[in-house]
């Protein structure tokens, strides 16, 4: 199974804060890992970073987005427990939580999510694939997506750019990037 949309941690996380105690980052992405039944591949899946497993980052953004909405508190850092607005959300039986719910009906929530970005609509990557809307990623997932789409077109202007260029001007330009990684002390040496 691949891990699922980000929007479809928030009630899964608000449920299990539901059952009580106090709840860390890794123990609420533990619960939730068991939950979508997600698989060790799906588990060792990174964010491009390289840096945090993107189904532990999908949880944590889960509890921030739940605390915003004043549905989760932290009553020590690190730790969330439930709040009696996430109880009487969850007395209310959601078949779902979703970023626009939040924002409809938390005005915390309206805040944290209208200073920290904008409803981008669908965005193209650069090989005609349709990523997430924002509204579907965390803010980690659109950073990421921003970056891997700036870098594949900087890739692609700098190779267009080498190709309409004369041999000799090629053969400059590599030297010029070779005196550049330090492969060459001064021009001449090269």
Same mark, same amino acid.
């Given at each position: 199974?691949?891990?699922?949309?980000?929007?479809?941690?928030?009630?899964?996380?608000?449920?299990?804060?539901?059952?009580?105690?106090?709840?860390?980052?890794?123990?609420?992405?533990?619960?939730?890992?068991?939950?979508?039944?997600?698989?060790?591949?799906?588990?060792?899946?990174?964010?491009?970073?390289?840096?945090?497993?993107?189904?532990?980052?999908?949880?944590?953004?889960?509890?921030?987005?739940?605390?915003?909405?004043?549905?989760?508190?932290?009553?020590?850092?690190?730790?969330?427990?439930?709040?009696?607005?996430?109880?009487?959300?969850?007395?209310?039986?959601?078949?779902?939580?979703?970023?626009?719910?939040?924002?409809?009906?938390?005005?915390?929530?309206?805040?944290?999510?209208?200073?920290?970005?904008?409803?981008?609509?669908?965005?193209?990557?650069?090989?005609?694939?349709?990523?997430?809307?924002?509204?579907?990623?965390?803010?980690? $997932? @659109?950073?990421?997506?921003?970056?891997? +789409?700036?870098?594949?077109?900087? !890739?692609?202007? &700098? =190779? $267009? @750019?080498?190709?309409?260029?004369?041999? +000799?001007?090629?053969?400059?330009? !590599?030297?010029? &990037? =070779?005196?550049?990684?330090?492969?060459?002390?001064? +021009?001449?040496?090269?």
């Amino acid at each position: 199974m691949a891990i699922p949309a980000f929007q479809s941690y928030l009630l899964p996380a608000l449920q299990a804060l539901g059952s009580g105690g106090l709840w860390s980052n890794d123990r609420m992405a533990e619960e939730l890992s068991i939950h979508f039944k997600l698989s060790p591949e799906d588990k060792a899946n990174l964010l491009p970073s390289g840096v945090r497993p993107r189904y532990r980052n999908r949880a944590i953004w889960a509890l921030t987005y739940l605390f915003h909405a004043g549905l989760a508190q932290r009553p020590a850092r690190g730790k969330y427990e439930i709040t009696p607005a996430g109880v009487s959300l969850l007395g209310s039986s959601p078949n779902e939580i979703t970023r626009s719910f939040l924002i409809d009906n938390y005005s915390g929530f309206r805040a944290f999510a209208t200073q920290s970005s904008g409803n981008a609509p669908k965005m193209t990557t650069p090989f005609g694939v349709t990523a997430m809307t924002a509204v579907e990623q965390t803010p980690n $997932d @659109r950073f990421e997506s921003a970056f891997t +789409e700036l870098r594949a077109s900087l !890739v692609s202007e &700098l =190779l $267009d @750019r080498l190709a309409l260029l004369s041999s +000799e001007a090629f053969e400059r330009a !590599v030297l010029r &990037l =070779l005196r550049a990684m330090g492969y060459a002390a001064d +021009e001449h040496s090269v």
